[in-house]
């Protein structure tokens, strides 16, 4: 899990946190309007709550001091399972760090949004094809614009 500042809406930023599984592939995302415990919570909760194949065993997250107090918090209300660790090593994000970096590039050019929907309406987009992009979406080919129409309609509710 990783949290970078997404993009200023407005006069300030907003972060994006996102959860990926060791082999890079997207697990969730949000943006949120700030960087503290209520906000790491929300998140780990809609973590545990994503169509993914496997919680998992460990949770390796930067050196944001929120994430303790969120972690421990979401395992004391069984958000999170009691057996799992949180791990805060420097690097070992690694992996989404570098899945981060082609949003980042994407966000960098739109410069500012000037609300907080549409930046996160655009992320939510950027997310999308960065999914089908690394062959997550079950039964649809890289090459099949047709499916990824339909996939992004039924996503957003717009054509295409």
Known sequence: MSTRPASCVGESCK???????????????????????????????????AEHRRLPFSISVDK???YPDAFATSQAERIVPPDRKLR???YL?????????????????????????TAGRTLEGIEAVN?????????????????QAKFVTSLFGIAA
């Not at 060791?22 to 973590?47: C, H, N, P």
């Not at 994000?93 to 929907?117: G, L, M, P, T, Y």
């Open 64 to 66: 944001n001091a929120a």
């Open 93 to 117: 994000d690694n992996v989404i760090e570098q899945d981060h970096r082609s949003i980042k590039k994407k966000v960098r050019a739109s410069q500012c949004f000037e609300h907080f929907h």
């Open 88 to 90: 805060r090593v420097k």
């Open 131 to 147: 999914v089908m992009r690394k062959g997550q979406v079950k039964r649809l080919a890289g090459s099949d614009a047709v499916g």
């Open 15 to 49: 972060y994006l946190y996102r959860a990926a599984d060791k082999e890079g592939q997207t697990i969730e995302s949000m943006l949120g309007a700030r960087r503290d415990v209520a906000a790491a919570k929300r998140f780990f909760r809609k973590v545990m709550r």
